[in-house]
């Protein structure tokens, strides 16, 4: 990156996928594991804007998962819960659609 550091910022046509790992670089990735059943208003919260900071993982229960990411994680109450994530240090889950959002914004 700092060998065209120079360089992008006078030419960011040739440099488009450097400067998209120069933003992932600076601003890091929000993790978003999903589990439980009727996930859609979880998901329509991921979805209603253009998020590309965000990894998403997602299952309707995590026992037995090959992803990490849905390791150890399971609904709370019985209802869709979200687990945001970033830079291993996770939040406290939501069921709630609004508070993903408040976390994600």
């Known amino acids: 990156m700092q ?3 120079g360089l992008a910022p ?6 488009g ?3 998209c790992a120069i933003d992932l670089h600076t601003a890091g990735v929000a993790e978003v594991a999903l589990v439980g059943p009727d996930q859609q208003p ?4 991921l979805r209603e804007r253009h998020r590309p900071h965000v990894v998403l993982a ?5 026992s037995g ?10 609904a709370i109450q ?11 240090a996770c939040q406290a889950p ?5 508070a993903l959002r408040a976390l994600l914004d």
């Open 65 to 74: 998962s090959v992803v990490e990411l849905l390791a150890g994680r399971s």
């Open 58 to 62: 997602s299952a309707p229960e995590s």
């Open 78 to 88: 019985g209802r869709a819960t979200a687990y945001v994530c970033e830079r291993f």
């Open 42 to 45: 979880l998901l329509d919260v």
């Open 10 to 15: 006078r030419y960011p046509i040739a440099f």
């Open 3 to 5: 060998l065209a550091a």
């Open 17 to 19: 996928h450097l400067l």
């Open 94 to 98: 939501v069921s709630d659609p609004d």
